[in-house]
């Protein structure tokens, strides 16, 4: 174990591996990775183990970690630390360069279990990459310490910050060349997909709706689906139907299934390389000739946009809109879809999955480190489909200027603040920690940890906007519901048995 000082000089941890940390006091420790399958024990800086499975599947190999305990010099006359741009103490960190067939990423995990990428920093000289062999090393600049509480936050720069703690620096290493799907590049989160998360239309019942691979369509389908008013769901981000809908209780689902006359179903869809619009040309082309139907969706997060361009799609469509029930939807975008932000929409996400796993969370973070190869190879040409949140952007600019059918949308809208209940000390800390920090992206904008609240249901230039309170749902920010966990709310069922009727 490596004792941290405080001082400029480097801390030789092992071959290739080593810190600088001046300013910050305390230990720095190189260990092998958990063995594989590990379960018992976990601390919640270690993750859980279908982060694990999730690194195995997307060919990802944990080589090293590194182990700190860390605590900024308070002393008068201390070595000034090292800062990111807003003010935040960090360390260096070396770790080898894994040579020209691969890359490395560190994914950093605190005591509170928030996680955070990290990507290497730019390299000071151009350097061939024939040229690369064994000595070269690859740096990362790690956030030494954050602000405790939401007040602490508007001081970062002075350098009234708290201790972190513990924490955990995984290296993770990935061949540039996935073995299936090709070279990381703008293609690779489309290819990925193809494979992974193909376009489907799928039959939803209290039966097969947590079953993945079931209930494809057919014509028969098609025709039972038109005689009457059906119910769609379409899934957001990273997501899934069966995975993105899980958490809806089992008794408001099966009344859904039984007023709908079981005519309901699902739409999976392209998330990361195609943009809402192109994702509703696919699910179009699948209706059968003359056949028309008269829907209302449920959407989550992305998928609110997705249900959108089918519901304000110019001209004629098969399909009708008749009620929308958009569930932490960005209609007015996320910043974090900006490319400055991307990589925090990642943190935020991977951090919401370790502490509320539930469900698919494995297959949902396996589309999540997809999108951390392409953010790392700066490869954002290939995620059209998150770019499509961007509320600076083109496509959402051109898509709030849409025209309503359709006779109503409803909102459910978040705001997460950390409950004082039975969530436990550690998800509480975790809050206040994760709120204080990344709420600077929203400029304290209330939001559910990835969509700002008002941005579900407020003016955004659509003629479908605001959505009237008597439609909405605002979750209050002491229930302690963030993004991923909007459906475990049991209000939330209770206003889809009310609004779908």
């Given at each position: 174990?490596?004792q941290l000082t405080g001082t400029p000089q480097k801390v030789i941890l092992g071959p290739g591996y080593a810190i600088r940390s001046p300013g910050i006091q305390g230990t720095a420790e190189l260990k092998s990775p958990l063995p594989p399958g590990t379960r018992a024990g976990r601390a919640p800086e270690d993750?859980?183990?279908?982060?694990?499975?999730?690194?195995?599947?997307?060919?990802?190999?944990?080589?090293?970690?590194?182990?700190?305990?860390?605590?900024?010099?308070?002393?008068?006359?201390?070595?000034?630390?090292?800062?990111?741009?807003?003010?935040?103490?960090?360390?260096?960190?070396?770790?080898?360069?894994?040579?020209?067939?691969?890359?490395?990423?560190?994914?950093?995990?605190?005591?509170?279990?928030?996680?955070?990428?990290?990507?290497?920093?730019?390299?000071?000289?151009?350097?061939?990459?024939?040229?690369?062999?064994?000595?070269?090393?690859?740096?990362?600049?790690?956030?030494?310490?954050?602000?405790?509480?939401?007040?602490?936050?508007?001081?970062?720069?002075?350098?009234?910050?708290?201790?972190?703690?513990?924490?955990?620096?995984?290296?993770?290493?990935?061949?540039?060349?996935?073995?299936?799907?090709?070279?990381?590049?703008?293609?690779?989160?489309?290819?990925?997909?193809?494979?992974?998360?193909?376009?489907?239309?799928?039959?939803?019942?209290?039966?097969?709706?947590?079953?993945?691979?079931?209930?494809?369509?057919?014509?028969?389908?098609?025709?039972?689906?038109?005689?009457?008013?059906?119910?769609?769901?379409?899934?957001?981000?990273?997501?899934?139907?069966?995975?993105?809908?899980?958490?809806?209780?089992?008794?408001?689902?099966?009344?859904?299934?039984?007023?709908?006359?079981?005519?309901?179903?699902?739409?999976?869809?392209?998330?990361?390389?195609?943009?809402?619009?192109?994702?509703?040309?696919?699910?179009?082309?699948?209706?059968?000739?003359?056949?028309?139907?008269?829907?209302?969706?449920?959407?989550?997060?992305?998928?609110?946009?997705?249900?959108?361009?089918?519901?304000?799609?110019?001209?004629?469509?098969?399909?009708?809109?008749?009620?929308?029930?958009?569930?932490?939807?960005?209609?007015?975008?996320?910043?974090?879809?900006?490319?400055?932000?991307?990589?925090?929409?990642?943190?935020?996400?991977?951090?919401?999955?370790?502490?509320?796993?539930?469900?698919?969370?494995?297959?949902?973070?396996?589309?999540?480190?997809?999108?951390?190869?392409?953010?790392?190879?700066?490869?954002?040409?290939?995620?059209?489909?998150?770019?499509?949140?961007?509320?600076?952007?083109?496509?959402?600019?051109?898509?709030?200027?849409?025209?309503?059918?359709?006779?109503?949308?409803?909102?459910?809208?978040?705001?997460?603040?950390?409950?004082?209940t039975d969530q436990g000390l550690r998800k509480l800390i975790t809050g206040k920690v994760a709120d204080a920090v990344l709420d600077r992206v929203f400029q304290d904008a209330a939001n559910d940890l990835v969509v700002p609240e008002a941005g579900v249901y407020s003016m955004n230039g659509s003629g479908a906007?605001?959505?009237?309170?008597?439609?909405?749902?605002?979750?209050?920010?002491?229930?302690?519901?963030?993004?991923?966990?909007?459906?475990?709310?049991?209000?939330?069922?209770?206003?889809?048995?009310?609004?779908?009727?």
């Amino acid at each position: 174990m490596a004792q941290l000082t405080g001082t400029p000089q480097k801390v030789i941890l092992g071959p290739g591996y080593a810190i600088r940390s001046p300013g910050i006091q305390g230990t720095a420790e190189l260990k092998s990775p958990l063995p594989p399958g590990t379960r018992a024990g976990r601390a919640p800086e270690d993750g859980t183990s279908a982060l694990d499975e999730a690194l195995v599947a997307t060919n990802v190999t944990e080589v090293r970690r590194v182990e700190l305990t860390l605590k900024p010099i308070q002393a008068a006359g201390a070595t000034r630390a090292l800062r990111s741009g807003d003010g935040t103490e960090e360390l260096e960190l070396e770790v080898p360069d894994p040579g020209v067939n691969d890359a490395v990423v560190v994914l950093e995990s605190d005591e509170a279990g928030v996680m955070r990428w990290h990507f290497p920093l730019a390299e000071e000289e151009p350097v061939q990459v024939a040229t690369r062999g064994a000595g070269d090393v690859k740096r990362f600049r790690i956030p030494a310490t954050q602000p405790s509480s939401p007040s602490a936050a508007a001081t970062v720069q002075r350098g009234i910050v708290g201790a972190i703690g513990r924490k955990i620096l995984k290296v993770l290493v990935y061949p540039l060349l996935d073995p299936v799907i090709g070279a990381i590049s703008k293609h690779f989160a489309e290819n990925w997909e193809t494979r992974n998360r193909p376009y489907g239309v799928r039959t939803f019942s209290p039966a097969d709706r947590k079953t993945p691979g079931t209930g494809a369509v057919t014509s028969a389908d098609w025709e039972r689906l038109a005689k009457g008013r059906a119910l769609l769901f379409i899934h957001g981000t990273f997501s899934t139907a069966h995975a993105g809908f899980e958490q809806i209780p089992d008794e408001v689902f099966a009344s859904l299934h039984e007023r709908y006359e079981g005519r309901v179903f699902a739409f999976n869809h392209f998330t990361l390389s195609r943009n809402p619009r192109e994702n509703i040309d696919w699910l179009l082309a699948q209706v059968p000739a003359g056949r028309e139907l008269e829907v209302d969706i449920v959407c989550h997060s992305r998928g609110g946009l997705v249900a959108r361009a089918l519901s304000e799609r110019a001209g004629t469509s098969p399909i009708k809109v008749r009620r929308i029930v958009f569930a932490a939807v960005p209609n007015q975008g996320t910043l974090l879809a900006q490319p400055d932000h991307m990589s925090t929409m990642l943190d935020r996400l991977t951090t919401a999955l370790n502490l509320f796993p539930s469900g698919f969370v494995t297959e949902t973070l396996e589309a999540l480190i997809t999108g951390v190869k392409v953010v790392s190879h700066g490869a954002l040409g290939g995620l059209p489909g998150l770019a499509a949140m961007d509320p600076k952007g083109a496509y959402l600019k051109d898509f709030n200027m849409g025209t309503p059918k359709g006779d109503g949308y409803y909102g459910i809208a978040v705001d997460f603040e950390p409950a004082d209940t039975d969530q436990g000390l550690r998800k509480l800390i975790t809050g206040k920690v994760a709120d204080a920090v990344l709420d600077r992206v929203f400029q304290d904008a209330a939001n559910d940890l990835v969509v700002p609240e008002a941005g579900v249901y407020s003016m955004n230039g659509s003629g479908a906007f605001p959505i009237p309170e008597a439609r909405l749902l605002r979750v209050p920010k002491d229930r302690g519901i963030i993004h991923t966990t909007v459906f475990s709310h049991p209000p939330v069922g209770e206003r889809m048995l009310e609004w779908l009727v």
